[in-house]
């Protein structure tokens, strides 16, 4: 950044206008408060708020960026306007309502997160974003006198899951509301700055790539660091990769360098490479880095260990070090307190059973006195008889020790203690999951990453260059540290250069994840008509995005018809057409692909059909797959549409069927009865069942074929014969068949025909993202009407029905199942537990495919209401698929028996005995079913003594830990 010496004569006059200018302000009142002077791209950020405009500020994390949304908070107070501070989760809105309660106390701030309201009506109220989107479709008379939004971590709006909310707000706040928006870097600011002026009206892009704190990387070896980079380079030296306006303008100043690996970590992979005979392939291991400078200890001057020479093999160096062994390095060279980033809630836990097992102590004699103090403090009211499932006394000890886990399984106020300590250095080394760097203000001197890959619920990736960047700018505590570290761990198969790729990958853009749901698209419709919502869905973020594309994909266009003219100039024959020639030959080639794909496709649906005719308790020949053979069914899964029947195998193990398991259709060689209450997971039951699928083979009745050899596909195949034959005569009586240059002219076809698939494939695009977003509004609606959720008034306007006023007020991403099940009536025969259990099944999304029968549920009323739930579900999806809708998830029903317990005042141990769900997880969904729970009290037109039923769930419901929360002491 530019200092003062650095300016030109008016540019310093200009910088003195601008601070008397602030000094006579409420600006400078502000800063007069501060104990610290703003940066540049505050001050000027501040300045645009200060003038009534909306603001976007991009910079990287630990930058300072959320004192704009504070400024905005103080100028709510003194003008006497309100201010709404929006986070994306819990604990970070947790954390802003405890920092602006103690500064400008707790009568002016109120706190809003579904499960948690304090003082709703004050002058500034911190709330979760979807809290604020709920306010809005409900016309709440909290919004009077609103003047300022804050959406911190405004970035999130690019998740795939919740990030529509953050559009839904910034398009629907009053036009007078000033948006203050912060984000991560992203390459285009720009870009969404855009979109922000052409939706809120005059909005200040101020986008700022200094780290305040320099961030040098390294990778530990064995229980050495060595720095990523040759040279000394740090976060500010790499050239910043930006799209959008003002791009060029960025990289015309940069002075940025290309760094260049150190050599010593390039030699050891090569060396390790060559011993143990591995690829660069598993290079993918090393995905993410960043800026690396050397940290200069003592231990620097030995070169013959640290370039990997005599004193030990490459395999030696390879392996990597042990957790405490890590934490013991890093306090020898000063670069506590730490945060290491582990990919696995369990190995959180682990990492600090195996620090203190090793003996690590991180706290003085007097740090542990008063971390007690405040533990106990924290934890007086926490119920005795919970402590042990909590895990209480091992947490207790090693928070003792200075040593914590931090992640989503652990109860919220033993995060919160956590994070306090952390931030008061008491806590030195944190082992956390990624959720750690949403947002929350816990910075440390050093991040360490175990890994550079993480299970993504689906399989094991490499971490992106925006989550490596979002991970580690938590090192270097501002007014603090001098300077940050980064630390990745040497792993088998690390490859420096892809470390360095990542490190030095600055390309994240910001994508939009909008999307009309069917509340949004219903709320909408009643307040704006179809015709307005239209116009407004097409304001949105991704249109935005979708229409800027399709300029580009136009030019490729142009330019691709240039080229096929060329093409069909150069297959010209003069015997004949040699387009027409060329499609028989493309026709022969399909069909002859095409038979062997349709007897395929024949083969799939047979064995599809046969598996959904399948009935619990028919024993069955698996004949293909990893584990064939005999096998019983205990899931019939009729009514999916590919079928999965669930079966138990004579290797006792339990598993689903795919299509792929069978050669051809099945067909049961036997029945024997499975007991009611059969559990999988039980040894005896599983013993029982298969000694009478054995008994049942051994009769002689059960040894016949199974259908799959009876199965023929010689109508089907004559019919491709035939077609194949006549392409065939066609094509040799063809004039173009004779060409001397036939197979020159069919090149040049066959690269006309690629392109002009290529370029038909452009069009296409540009068709779909033209009024993407409205399209996909009509085909909701078109769902919603066909059942009735929307209807014509006597105008002939689209308005919602009485069951669609009972959608407008239920929020989630089963919404429209919910409001089917009300008009069901599923839940009207509920008491209050069982109405708490039920709601899980609406609420509940477990992290692994449920195993096993559908739990037996804990009464009639239960079981009837879970069935009625289930077959709405399969009827809604067939809708959804007619549709072309992305398809509601399944009710989960792993969490019934849970929360019945607890909701029939069973202890936490009782209640979670029949689950594997860790405390905090319990917690968690709890929470989320009370907010169900009260958003089911306020939804109209339902039966008498429902609201009330919803009220009592909740209290039963909110007690113990799930009622604990320091946020209220």
């Not at 701030?109 to 709703?120: A, E, F, H, W, Y």
């Not at 922000?196 to 305040?212: K, Y």
């Not at 390790?272 to 291991?285: L, Y």
Request: proline share 4%; hydrophobic share 40%; aromatic share 6%.
């Amino acid at each position: 950044m530019p200092t003062s010496d650095m300016l030109s004569p008016s540019e310093r006059f200009l910088a003195a206008k601008l601070r008397v200018q602030d000094d006579r302000s409420d600006l400078g009142d502000f800063k007069a408060g501060l104990n610290f002077d703003l940066d540049e791209f505050q001050n000027t950020a501040c300045r645009a708020v200060q003038a009534g405009r909306g603001v976007l500020v991009a910079a990287p994390t630990g930058a300072g960026k959320t004192i704009v949304g504070e400024f905005a908070v103080y100028l709510a107070l003194q003008r006497g306007n309100k201010a709404f501070y929006t986070t994306p989760i819990k604990a970070l809105s947790n954390q802003k309502f405890q920092e602006f309660c103690a500064k400008y106390g707790a009568e002016n701030v109120g706190l809003l997160t579904g499960d948690t309201s304090i003082n709703s009506e004050a002058p500034v109220v911190v709330m979760t974003t979807e809290v604020l989107r709920n306010m809005l479709y409900a016309d709440s008379h909290t919004l009077t006198g609103l003047a300022y939004v804050v959406m911190d971590e405004v970035h999130y709006l690019a998740d795939r899951f919740r990030g529509a909310v953050w559009e839904e707000v910034i398009i629907h706040l009053p036009s007078e509301v000033s948006v203050i928006s912060l984000s991560a870097t992203v390459s285009n600011a720009e870009e969404f700055g855009a979109w922000l002026g052409s939706v809120r009206g005059d909005t200040a892009v101020v986008v700022s790539e200094h780290r305040p704190v320099p961030l040098w990387q390294h990778i530990m070896v064995r229980k050495d660091l060595v720095d990523l980079f040759a040279e000394n380079v740090a976060f500010d030296e790499i050239a910043p990769e930006t799209v959008g306006p003002g791009t060029q303008e960025r990289r015309a100043v940069s002075t940025a360098k290309t760094p260049k690996i150190n050599a010593e970590l390039l030699k050891l992979a090569r060396s390790e490479s060559v011993s143990t005979g591995r690829g660069s392939s598993h290079g993918r291991r090393g995905g993410g880095g960043s800026r690396g400078r050397g940290y200069q200890d003592a231990s620097r001057q030995d070169h013959g260990t640290r370039n990997g020479g005599s004193q030990g093999s490459p395999q030696g160096w390879a392996r990597a070090a042990s957790r405490p062994q890590v934490i013991r390095a890093l306090e020898s060279k000063n670069l506590l307190p730490a945060i290491t980033f582990i990919f696995s809630r369990a190995a959180c836990d682990a990492a600090v059973q195996q620090c203190s097992a090793a003996g690590l102590w991180l706290t003085t004699a007097e740090e542990q006195v008063e971390i007690a103090r405040r533990v106990d403090t924290a934890c007086a009211e926490l119920p005795d008889s919970d402590r042990e499932v909590l895990g209480y006394w091992g947490w207790r000890d090693g928070l003792l020790r200075g040593l914590a886990a931090h992640h989503a399984g652990m109860l919220p106020s033993f995060k919160e203690v956590v994070e306090d300590l952390f931030v008061d250095g008491l806590v030195r080394a944190v082992f956390a999951t990624e959720t750690l760097a949403l947002g929350i203000n816990m910075p440390a001197r050093t991040v360490v990453l175990e890994k550079l890959e993480k299970y993504n619920g689906e399989a094991h990736v490499g971490i992106t260059a925006g989550e490596y960047t979002q991970l580690t700018g938590r090192a270097g505590r501002r007014g603090i540290d001098v300077e940050g570290h980064a630390v990745v761990l040497w792993q088998p198969g690390t490859d420096p250069a892809a470390v360095g790729g990542l490190a030095s990958k600055r390309t994240y853009p910001l994508n939009s994840s909008f999307r009309p749901t069917y509340n949004m698209s219903i709320n909408l419709i009643a307040q704006f008509g179809r015709v307005r919502t239209r116009s407004i869905l097409e304001s949105s973020f991704a249109q935005f995005q979708a229409d800027r594309s399709v300029v580009d994909l136009a030019r490729q266009v142009r330019s691709r018809e240039e080229s096929l003219s060329g093409y069909e100039k150069s297959m010209t024959c003069h015997l004949g057409d040699f387009n027409e020639y060329a499609k028989l030959r493309r026709e022969l080639s399909d069909h002859e692909s095409g038979a062997s794909k349709s007897k395929a496709k024949q083969r799939r649906d047979a064995v599809a059909q046969s598996m959904s005719n399948l009935r619990a308790g028919d024993v069955i020949m698996v004949s293909g797959g990893r584990n064939p053979g005999y096998a019983v069914v205990l899931d019939e899964d009729s009514k999916a549409r590919v079928p999965r029947p669930g079966v138990l195998g004579m290797d006792k193990e339990y598993r689903r069927l795919n299509v792929q398991d069978l050669d051809g259709p099945v067909e049961p060689v036997g029945q024997v009865r499975v007991a009611k209450g059969f559990n999988p997971k039980v040894p005896k039951d599983k013993r029982n069942l298969l000694a009478a699928v054995e008994a049942k083979l051994a009769e002689p009745a059960a040894q016949r074929p199974h259908r799959s050899a009876a199965f023929s596909f010689a109508g089907s195949a004559a019919a491709d014969d035939e077609a194949i034959a006549t392409l065939r005569r066609n094509l040799r009586a063809h004039p173009c068949h004779g060409c001397s240059e036939r197979e020159d002219h069919a090149r040049w076809s066959e690269r006309w025909w690629k392109l002009r698939k290529e370029t038909d494939g452009i069009v296409h695009a540009i068709q779909a993202r033209t009024n993407t977003i409205a399209r996909t509004f009509d085909r909701v609606i078109d769902l919603l009407a066909s059942y009735g959720f929307v209807v014509a008034d006597p105008s002939g306007n689209l308005v919602p029905s009485e069951d669609g006023q009972r959608l407008r007020r239920v929020y989630g991403e089963k919404d429209l199942l919910i409001a089917l099940a009300l008009r069901k009536g599923a839940f009207n025969d509920l008491d209050a537990p069982e109405l708490a259990a039920f709601v899980t099944t609406l609420v509940y999304q477990s992290k692994r495919d449920a195993e096993g029968t559908r739990p037996r549920m804990p009464s009639v009323s239960l079981e009837q209401a879970a069935e009625d739930v289930v077959v709405l579900w399969s009827a809604l999806q067939d809708a959804e698929e007619s549709h072309k809708l992305p398809l509601t998830s399944e009710p989960e029903m792993g969490l019934v028996w849970a929360m019945y317990k607890w909701a029939k005042g069973r202890s936490l141990h009782d209640a979670l005995n029949s689950t594997d769900l860790a405390a905090g997880d319990f917690v968690r969904w709890t929470k989320q079913v009370i907010d169900l729970l009260g958003q089911l009290s306020q939804v109209p037109n339902v039966q008498p003594g429902f609201s009330g039923t919803c009220r009592k769930a909740v209290e039963l419901l909110r007690r113990g830990v799930v009622a604990y929360t320091t946020v209220e002491n």
